[in-house]
């Protein structure tokens, strides 16, 4: 008995996920506290872009506010974390993770209630909406967030007693917790639950006639979606170590939706790839001086005409050839042998 | 009310620009589903090209203006359809807004890079000078601003509803599969609505550089207002896209005074918000037909 | 046969030295990373900034560079963005940096000025807001006057210049503008001066007609103006407009040459202090403003001279302690007071404290006639 396709390419999923996991343990010893720095938010915005991925490549929802999420997470932690904080520096980071989590949850569910009700796409707007008050609550309320001025000198979380502020550390500490929401991730789309996401995607009418409850499912991916945003935000905070509204503002929003989908959106390594091309690549263009941002968005239009599924369709472009190819040679040969 | 009314002459002509911008962008969508993200750079960049080409060509200003109209036109006119939004139509409405949020970082870093990073002056064919109207002072410009952008409007109305090529040109929009057999050459009537959001987007640029003044970051703001209104108008129909580039005008303006000037860009969005949740299909937009 | 042997030997030996040369040559350079404001809300600031900077870096290396070695300055983006100008700083550093040189906006700053503090590095800023400096890092120097400085400066303008009982503030709601504000309101209220509004604005606005409209109808005697450049000229069109004719008030930016030339005609009669500027009455200022207009065919801002004067501070102190040696510059610049006699690329006599804050005279000036003018010249805070 053969397995079933989606099933064998998910194994493949959870493959690269784990030789990737040792690889990226190990690899970057060498590096200096830059290259660290860059892999480390690399990984937080693949978190916070797998998240959009659940709620767009696999629910068919556009959100535009996954950086107000992120956002959310990053100022819930500095404000748990930070000395003179809630509970300020030390053990703290494992409960502000969780906070961080809930919040952004229940706030996308909120959110998404009143907008699914109405039309799919207008989500979009709602989200929209919601991302650019969040990023005026960020910068006007000073007495929350410290307004303009940032908010500064955030900790790094510590593990069994020991601070991680050596940047290995951390991009380990990182690491780990980027392999945990991701495995989470790959369990929760190969449940059943989220077999009916696929199902969803590919026929809401025959899904909704199979007896998904279209709504409830689609209100849980996008509430889902937006807390892996807070998660990112939890780590986000602490990376940079100083947080303010510039990078939670709308436009970041958008750059996280460009992420998936120049990564692949509806594959579950997409978001790892889109991140790479949005976060690490304009660091090795930077180079280039002021033209990067020129050369980059000149990339991701040619990359978007050759495959507007992607980076990941290249390879699935690729697949698919060798695949009709080799039928090709099949065919070619039972043709000669009945020839013969 | 002195101030109330000031407020509301203001904002009619800010909200004059939007309302150009957000007809192009409602069109372009009815014809072919692209949501141009870039909508904002389209009105940043006429008035670059024309300082462009008096700086680098020498080019006199009529001869600058006409080829900034000329290579407008041809390059985000017929190239945006041709080269951009043709490959990828079949490809479903994300990938395409994608690439317009891609084309409008690149048409803004080329306008910084090749241009300057520096706000210019725009040469104003209206003179300085305000009247008074109701105790208010209104300024000539405003009064030319608004009258120019409701002339283009009514004009464009006109043409859609009372020639041929008009009519055929929102069959297509309608139902593209029907126009279609009907004889009608869609494609021709899409790259006709590029055109005319290009056209209408060299209008808008021409109007407000001299106010706003040319820089290679004007499109931001202009491009969510524009998007806006297009939602508030309902995104399917050119009389939404004016009233609602009318009210986010003088909403913007009036939640300026009245609101809070730091919570302002959130006041349009909120109502965006709540039109939304109780009348989806737009203030003054009908149900959309088609199926996808 | 012998001589061709001979020049063989002594093209070897030249080929050999030129090598050795080329190889030194290429060691022997300090590395200055740029972390400016090259896109997004920062651009325009930035653009400035850096190109200040390269102005005085070629000027330094066609004069030999800093105690012989050329400069290699290289920038580096940050989009505006804390993240990426933290990132920035960090690449600059690991690569070895001598200084670090920049950004511009005091979020950006905030963001990465623990990590030069953490390598030594010095670090050499535009950014103006008043808490940059008191946070204790002690690698951090500024090229501009701390707004806690102007602000008092400019207080005392309203009462006793302009006479002012009540005062309209529009700011640009950024750190510099929200600095400023928060600076500048105290301030007057200490005097006795009302404040009879308050009103934020975006950075990058560019329809200024309800601010415009509501400073009018606040009936205030006078409006302070604290946007950036391109900002102040759209509210004095707007303002101008409303046929606005009460004293408008600013300060470095609402005078600049950027302004007068965008506002044209509304900028008249605008007035207030002044920082830096190319209209300066000093010859020094005027030339680096010719010069600056000659390269870069426009002209500069304070964000300019800011640029120029930083990396001519960075050259002094290091010829200064005669070595390249990052701990002996932040000693040496702790405390340094840089004279026009001595480093005429300082442009005007400055002094750095202990917090890396700068004192130095500034000016009282009009707008007249299209020209700023400058009526009046303010001591440093402290004798020097």
Redesign the interface.
Known sequence: MTRHPVFSRIDANLATLLIGAVILWFAPAGL????L??IS?WLVMSIAAMGLNLT?GYAGL?SLAQAAFLGIGAYTTALITAKGGIIGPGWSWPLAFVVSGAITFFAGVILGF??L???FH?LA??T??FA??MF?IF??EQWLTG????F??IPRPSVMGSKLDNDLAFFRFVLVVTVLLSLAMWWMLRSPWGRAFTALRENPLRAASLGINLRAYTLLAFAIGSAYGGFAGAL?APL?????P??FA?SAS?VL??TV??GG?GYFLGPFLGAAFSYVLP?VL??T??????I???L??IL??IT??GIIGIVEKMRENRRQKAAQEQRNASKVMLEA | MDQFVQLILAGLATGAIYALAAIGFTLVWQTSQTINFAQGEFVMLPAILVLAAVKFLHAPLPVAVLMAVGGFLLLFGFGFKQYIVNPMARHGILPLAIATMALSILMKESAKDGFSAEAQQFPSLVPEGAIQLFGATLSLRDIAIFVVAVVAIVGLQLFVTRTKTGRMMQATAQNPTVARILGISTEKMILLTFLINAGLAILASFLISPVYLAKFSNGEVIGTAAFIAAIVGGFNQVRGALAGGFIVGLVDNLAAAYVSSAYRAAVPLVLLVLVILFKPEGLLGSKEERTV | MKMSKRTALLGGVTLTLGLGLGAAMAQETVKVVGVIEMSGAGATAGTNYKNGAQMAVDEINAKGGILGKKIDFVVYDTQTNPGNTRAAVQRGVDEGAFAIFGPVFSGPISASMQIAQKAGVPQIVGGEAAGLTKQGVTTIFRTSLNQADAMPKLAEYFKNDVKANSVAVVWVNNDFGKGGRDAIIPELQKRGIKIAADIATESAQADFAADAIKVKSSNADAVFVYLNEEESARFLRAIKQQGYDKPIVGETTLLGAKVIELAGDAAEGAKGHVGLSVDAPNPLFAEFGKKFQAKFNYKSDHNGIKGYSGMYMLKHVAEKTGKLDKEAWLKYAHGAIIRTKDEPGILIDSKFDANGDVDRESFLAEVKKGQQVITGTLPPVNKF
Not at chain 1, 147 to 150: P, T
Not at chain 1, 240 to 244: G, L, R, T
């Open positions: 200096k506290s830059y290259g720095y860059v938010l767009l556009k009143p907008a009700r109405v039309k207008y707007f709602v929209l909406s650019t008050v005026l910068r006007n307004g303009v001025y940032g500064s000198n986000y940079v170590e100083f947080i303010d510039a990078p709308i958008f939706l460009l989908v120049v959106q660091e930077r180079a001086g002021g033209l990067y941002l020129l980059y968005a000149a991701v239009l978007l005409l507007p599924q």
